[in-house]
């Protein structure tokens, strides 16, 4: 389809804003621009259309089944988004005097407290945008722990070999080395490789439990315990807590610091790539560091507070992606007590049906009762058949369903990994296993096949190879 | 309670002895019990939908929504088109994730890759990025991206946005780059203090704002000429407004253009989402962190979009990733794209003017009032910056009418803006209000 640019006429416009009503002398033109930008000229007509048509291209969690694994695609309730857009969130300025924003500061107290409660931790900041942002966050607040005790020899961070690359790349900005910990064959952290690797340089830890392959590592006390007796500091990566909320805490299993994706776990959308949330929660000795400023309440209201001498500073301009709280919020005071351990209950649930119905055809990476999450590993397809975890997925986009995250983890080959979340119905998983079924089925009668899909999606199979190779980033007037 | 789980308690048991289950507890029955919390949350019951509207409109209730603002300083009050809204919440757009199956995620990758035309239409650049999370984390990236082995020594202009230096000595601290603050004379960066500084070996950038935290258009020009002399990069950092009408920073030989997007169809939003825009040279396009879209074709020759330059990637590359950025602002992005096309060239100018004519026209207003004076000569943009007897005595004033004054400074000064929705009207009026003030 055409781009706005190609649609683009000159000479139409939308009329947006009325003539300026004072009249004050333009800056002289060695202050100005040479040229206009060549930026669309269109009707809001045109312009509506333009995004219709684009929005029939685009496969959200509203247009069917979203099994990612990893990204935890439930459903993005309404009425946080409709809360999100109240004038007093939403039309607030971020430098309005205190007593003016406390509706604001209120949310972000009791966000603060309730995230806290749900990950057993003491402390929250929500100024991290994203995961791999509260990664990087907290793992700053690790660095200025062990350099407000004098030691400046911490320089490693541990990461399981099956880790999301974000944890190695956020070691990375942290100015950490990464020391990789080896997996062992049933997909857990190998605590030998572990006791080996933990020594006087070791920051800290950072793991994911449910890990990666979804499985609970049940050595988790122990591997905490490992870390803790070398001097280091376990860091929790959300990105699975949607497993065991209400169930198990990361606080309780020994992790010091965790972020949440509040984006993934608490409902908020992902609006094709963010904003996102990294809230990042931390127990009492690390609360020092967090980042500025923190709100506090006494009998006066709520406060923003600059009071943290050895804060690490700011990671992200004012207070975060705000109205991404709000919607978490709405969504943890709707779901309640009650509903948060619920909503992890049945994830495990459906995933755990989904994988039965599947693993008498497909090949489980790790066959034991899963959390919410499995992994399927295509290997032996791939040799024998020479279909691959690629052509599985591709044949999933003609039935209307976004494939699962491939090719991930690393230590998993020819992986799919499904999540199906809680918020999918029996039928849908019903129909998505018969999906799986049949392209099994067709994997073993007609493998050819596989490789021309999809056939039906707006556009085919792409080109990748020579997009990377002639970079073309932009619209060439 | 509130919840979201379509199944029914029967249909889960049925699930359950389909898989030779009798109770979702025996889902969870290997987890050790010592590890189980063994209560309740302690959170709040849950609540139906009316509810929980009622609860949150209350805490919403608590916060005093300003209907004319005169303050900025990194958030801008400008007028959203309502095409913005409309098309920014559309369901497949919103609860769509990261366009990894390039297949059924055209929309998304094809308004990525109209934004980054757009972005690079601003700025004058090659090459932009789909975003990162805000105008201050595009800047610390941005000077990441200038670091190299040898070149760590970081310059960066006190007269930036505060969050955005602290941001930037936040990341320095920790990959272990030397930051050198350049001090503010008049209001400006004192690139003289700098000269001194510059060495051929260390010097990795210098950040610049332009209009910087105090309004003031800064000699990018003269900036970028200084630090290229000893092969470090600049880095300046616009208002996507004011580049309606002002110099763009490939025009004065920025190598690394970043900006806070919000006041491209943002709201206030107490601060976030925001969004960050990055675009550079092609030179430097592999060093660019976050995604990148690109064009190519699909089997039958159709033309499509794909994330491309992945090699950069915190997933290809694991702990040598340019970034480690995974989630970024896609949907503030789109906003900022629909705003672009709904204003248009001509529209975008017509914002950046009235902007500036406005902000004039206050400034010319509040000055002649007397015992207030503007405290820089140099051209500004949309903010500038006043001396007067009480600051304080002003803005509560200003606020028991209704009004955002500037934000005050901690030196007594007030940072003033104005923006196309501030009428003549409003601004005689406060221009009235602190005339009687300081009477």
Redesign the interface.
Known sequence: MQLLFERSHSGRKCTILPECDVSYQLPDASLCRAQAPHLPQLSENEISRHYTELAKQTHGVNDGFYPLGSCTMKYNPKINDEMAALPGFAKIHPLQPEETAQGCLEALYLADRYFAEITGMDAMTFQPAAGAHGELTGLMLIKAYHESRGDFERKKILVPDSAHGTNPASASMAGFQVVSIPSLPNGCVDTEALRQAADEHTAGLMLTNPNTVGLFDLNISEITSIVHNAGGLCYYDGANLNAIMGIVRPGDMGFDVVHLNLHKTFSTPHGGGGPGSGAVGCKEMLKPFLPSPVVTKDENGYHLCRCNPQSIGAVKEFYGNFLVVIRALTYVLTLGKEGIPEASSNAVLNCNYMMSHLKDIYEMAFDTGCMHEFVMTLENLKKEKDVSAMDVAKALLDNGIHPPTMYFPLIVHEALMVEPTETEPREVLDHAIEVFRNIYEMAQTEPEKLHEMPLHTPVRRLDEVGAARNPHLRFEF | ???????TVK??Q???E????SS?DQ??S???E????DR????????S?ME??R???N????????DS?F?G???Y?H?I?S?VK??T????????????????????L?????Y???I???T?M???N??V?????AAAEAV?MCCERSRQVVFCSEAA?P??I??I???C????HQLVMVPVKDGKTDLSQIAGQLDKKTGACLYIQSPNFFGQ?EDVQQAAELIHSVGAKLICACNPIA??????PA?QGADIAVG?GQPLGM????????LGFMATTSAM?RKLPG??????????G?R?F?L????R?????????S??????????A?TA??Y????????????A??C???A??LA?QLSQIEGVSLRYTG?FFHEFVTDQPDAAKV?DAL?KEGI?GG?PLEDGGILWCAT?KN??ED?DRVVEIVRKELM
């Open positions: 309670m509130g919840s979201y789980i379509p199944s249909e889960r049925e699930m359950l389909s898989i030779g289950l979702i889902l969870f290997h987890i050790p010592e590890l189980k919390l309740e949350l302690d959170l709040p019951s849950g609540k939908e929980v509207s609860v949150m409109n805490i919403a209730s608590h916060s005093v929504v300003f603002i303050r300083a990194g958030a009050d007028y088109p095409i409309s098309v919440g559309k369901e497949e757009f919103v609860t769509a994730y990261t366009p990894y199956q390039a297949e059924i995620s055209q929309g998304v094809q308004s990525i890759f109209e980054q035309t757009m690079c239409e601003l004058g090659d090459v932009s789909a975003s999370y805000d105008g201050a984390t990441n946005h969050d955005n602290r941001v000595k936040t990341y601290w920790a990959s272990g258009i580049l309606g009408l002002l110099k763009t025009e806070e709201p206030l939003s107490f601060g976030g989402p925001y396009m995604r990148i879209v690109g064009q190519t074709t699909d089997v039958d159709k499509a794909v491309t330059l992945q090699a990637e915190q997933h290809i590359r694991r702990e040598k990733a970034s480690n950025i995974c989630s970024n602002q896609a949907l503030c789109m794209s629909v672009l096309a709904a204003v248009g060239p001509d529209g975008l100018r017509q914002a003017c009235s500036y004519q406005k004039h026209y010319e051209s803005l606020q955002l934000l196309e009428t003549k601004i």
